[in-house]
């Protein structure tokens, strides 16, 4: 992962709207949400889901598929990855350093 799309990810998750968007999905993993799910949730008017929803896409940290009249918003397992291994790498100089594993072990594919 480069620079810039790690930054283009967090600026995405750094609104509080889109983090909490986000945060939801993930929760669903496979299953994901639409866009009615995710307004009953979080009490938002549709144009401002919208509005977050295509910021969180264009950022690549959403996967949507049509399923019939519904989208389904999924998270990226990709690019989670990625962006981990990517703030992770160099950790500790290269070293061991312990950090603590997920107490969850979750498969998003």
Do not use: W
Not at 40 to 48: D, R, V, W, Y
Not at 55 to 71: D, G, H, I, W, Y
């Amino acid at each position: 992962m480069k620079n810039t799309d790690a930054i283009q990810v967090l600026l995405a998750l750094g609104q509080e709207t889109r983090l909490n968007i986000f945060r939801l999905i993930v929760q669903r993993g496979d299953i994901g949400l639409t866009p009615s799910q995710l307004i009953e949730k979080l009490g938002i008017p549709n144009a401002t889901l919208s509005f977050h929803l295509k910021e969180l896409f264009n950022a690549k940290l959403l996967l949507v598929e049509r399923q019939s009249r519904n989208l389904i918003y999924r998270p990226n397992p990709n690019l989670i990855e990625d962006l981990s291994g990517f703030l992770l790498d160099n950790c500790c100089q290269g070293q061991s350093c312990g950090t603590p594993k997920s107490k969850k072990k979750v498969q998003c594919s």
